[in-house]
């Protein structure tokens, strides 16, 4: 019989969190060194673990199941990737755990490296449980950047026939059941005219002119938008939303500007309005701008770099990873969030998700970042009702 008690388990999972703390996985930087560490950690417990690298060799995806090689079962996700720390006041080491006034302080304590321990310090316990359907862990990179890691992830699944029955996503929550946020789009449009003495325009290819434009339809259609919100969308504000984060180019007053980059994005509430987006741009590209832009220069052109696409976690009447959450947290009802997570990729791929995690949002990406250990506590004791539901059977 297991003798291990909630204050061992709580102090396990924080000496285990102060060692990933120490890991400094900047998505930048990469996630190598403690991917492998939790390979082989969960490895050597008795879990089946298989880990995949991104082009450069220097990230890894890693995936690990505990208990019976069937479908169904749950996904336990979190990122391993961190946000910079560069010119932030902190007033401790971001990558040396310290502990005050009952809060753990590091980079990537509550996004996301505190749900990571909490799922690794229960592994042992899932191992000696007998589990009717299995555990896995999902843990990757890149999710602060785009979710690449996610993306290259859920592809693996689907190649693998892997096909769990839902997915909890551990970003914090400060351990509410949520199961919905918008999707986040992100874009770079880059303008290539043709430069030229500022007091003769027409001889040239003015892109800062042509970006203005593009922009404007941008302005548009983030108004037509707001007709195509759903009836009953929960979401605030209720329609797919579009923001213009920059534009520059040029170099001088009296000169024509070649160059121009407008950096976008759109958060959709649903699929269908990103193809309108995308659709009515490329309408306007392709059979006005380009036209005019290539009249007096060939070579001018318009191009868009996706810097990422997540898709949004859509709430649904039917969730049973929300009603699993639901019943081992004793929350009531779920709620819904304004930033992005990997969830919507799980559930693209026909696996139900939700959100619920350690900490609060308010405290990630900020310096000082902390974890309030109570929370931690929370989210060991709600893994270890996961377990035991998982001993009876099917989720629900």
Not at 87 to 106: A, I, K, N, T, V
Not at 196 to 222: C, F, Q, T, W
Not at 308 to 333: C, F, I, Q, S, Y
């Amino acid at each position: 019989m297991d003798k291990t008690t909630d204050t061992d388990r709580l102090a396990h999972c924080k000496t285990l969190l102060a060692e990933l703390i120490a890991f400094p996985t900047v998505s930048s930087e990469g996630n190598r060194a403690l991917t492998e560490y939790l390979a082989a950690h969960l490895h050597d417990i008795g879990a089946k673990v298989w880990t995949e690298p991104d082009a450069t060799g220097d990230k890894l995806n890693l995936f690990a199941t505990i208990g019976p090689d069937c479908d169904g079962g749950v996904i336990l996700s979190g990122h391993t990737d961190v946000v910079p720390v560069t010119d932030q006041p902190w007033s401790s080491d971001p990558f040396e755990m310290s502990e005050r006034d009952g809060r753990l302080f590091g980079r990537g304590t509550c996004d996301m490296k505190g749900f990571v321990a909490a799922c690794v310090t229960m592994a042992p316990e899932f191992v000696r449980r007998k589990l009717k359907v299995p555990i896995h862990f999902a843990f990757t990179y890149d999710e602060e950047i785009g979710c690449f890691g996610a993306q290259a992830l859920t592809a693996s699944l689907l190649r693998r026939g892997i096909k769990p029955a839902a997915a909890i996503i551990g970003e914090p929550s400060s351990m509410k059941v949520i199961d919905g946020h918008k999707g986040c789009f992100e874009y770079t449009t880059w303008f290539t005219g043709l430069e030229g003495h500022g007091s003769a325009p027409d001889r040239g290819v003015n892109a800062i002119e042509y970006a203005a434009r593009y922009m404007m339809k941008l302005v548009e259609l983030r108004e037509a938008l707001k007709a195509r919100a759903p009836e009953n969308c929960p979401f605030d504000p209720p329609h797919t939303t579009i923001n213009m984060g920059m534009l520059t180019g040029g170099v001088a007053h009296n000169v024509i500007p070649g160059k121009a980059r407008l950096d976008w994005e759109m958060r959709p509430v649903q699929p269908a309005d990103a193809a309108f987006v995308k659709a009515e741009l490329e309408q306007l590209v392709q059979g006005e701008l380009l036209p005019e832009m290539r009249k007096k220069h060939s070579a001018a052109d318009i191009c868009t770099d996706i810097v990422a696409e997540v898709a949004g976690l859509l709430p649904e009447h039917k969730n049973p990873a929300r009603d699993l959450v639901m019943a081992v947290t004793g929350e009531n009802d779920a709620g819904l969030v304004p930033f992005g997570t990997e969830a919507g990729l799980f559930q693209s791929i026909s696996i139900p998700s939700v959100i619920c995690g350690p900490g609060s949002i308010a405290q990630a990406h900020k310096p000082d970042e902390y974890l309030d250990v109570a929370q931690l506590s929370l989210c060991l004791k709600m893994l270890g009702r996961l377990g035991q539901r998982l001993e009876t059977g099917p989720l629900m």
